[in-house]
């Protein structure tokens, strides 16, 4: 029987280019389709670290040479992203429908989603974006703009900006309608655009949410049956990059919190996946979540392939 899945697409999976990212997403599109097909229905949410570090550097740079005439806020820029981003998950998507013959329309929700203006992530910076540098750039960066770069899960050193919890999604009610009336919707991009409430409505604020939190929060909304988190790995993976690395097939809740505890997920990358999928799973058996890559999304559905989380009985 099809079940309701929320998938994620991770930011750094999607390639640093227009090119790239045209041919990373009609690859997912055919995975997307597989499960389609299957009779599942698809939610689609995505990061955009790489992209909205790239439209944010861009766009400044442009403005401090006086090429145009506006700073960018981050909210903005994260809005930029959602449409650029979903312009292509569309575009690949209908054209792999088209192929196949499949009657699916697809629609992008440009979504607001709600932060608190006290969420002590607004006072240090922790959600990694844009390109990874050398060490020694970051250093250089971080004289010259005031910039807080980290570590990133040995592939180089990335700015972080601040990062708060998704506590609402503004538009979750046009996302269900859309849903549920057969549509594949592309929502929550970027983890949705930072907004606070004030005077009865929402302003934009300069920070990054983490997809993988919002997806979380988007698949509770949604009642979904699975949370999907696809990535650049096939499994998660205890000692991660050491000789005694493990990968986690089937895990149980528990156990995943207390890999947690140990210290085995990096900051910034695994660690909010592990996070939004124990979030997803706790107390409600029969809900899963997938940690896999988009190459074996299908499998991980079919075969039960990839990391899945579950919720075990007591
Ligand atoms: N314990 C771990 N197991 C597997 N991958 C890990 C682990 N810790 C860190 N990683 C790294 O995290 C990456 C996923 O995070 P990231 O690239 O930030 O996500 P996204 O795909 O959402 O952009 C993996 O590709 C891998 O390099
Ligand atoms: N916003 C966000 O979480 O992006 P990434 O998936 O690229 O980190």
Known sequence: MGKKIVIALGGNALGNSVSEQLAQVSEAAVSIANLIETGNELVITHGNGPQVGMIHKGLNHSYSEGVIGTEMP???????SGGYIGYHIQNALVNEFKKRGLDKQVATVITQVVVDPEDPAFNGPSKPIGEFVSFEESERIAREKGYVFVEDSGRGYRRVVPSPQPVDIVEIEAIRKLSDEGMVVIACGGG????????????????????????????????????????????????????????????????????????HFAKGSMLPKVQAAIGFVRNRLGR???????????????????????????
């Open 192 to 263: 949705g655009i930072p907004v606070v409430a004030v005077d009865g409505g929402y302003k934009g604020v300069d920070a990054v949410i983490d997809k993988d939190a919002t997806s979380n929060l988007l698949a509770e909304l949604l009642d979904a049956n699975v949370l999907m988190v696809l990535t650049a790995v096939d499994n998660v993976a205890i000692n991660f990059n050491k000789p005694d690395m493990r990968k986690l097939q089937r895990v149980s809740r528990t156990d995943l919190e207390k890999y947690v505890l140990e210290g």
């Open 288 to 314: 899963e979540a997938v940690i896999t890559s988009l190459e074996n999304s299908a499998l991980a559905m079919a075969e039960g392939n990839g990391t899945i989380v579950y919720e075990a009985l007591t």
């Open 74 to 80: 981050f909210a903005e820029c994260s809005a930029l």
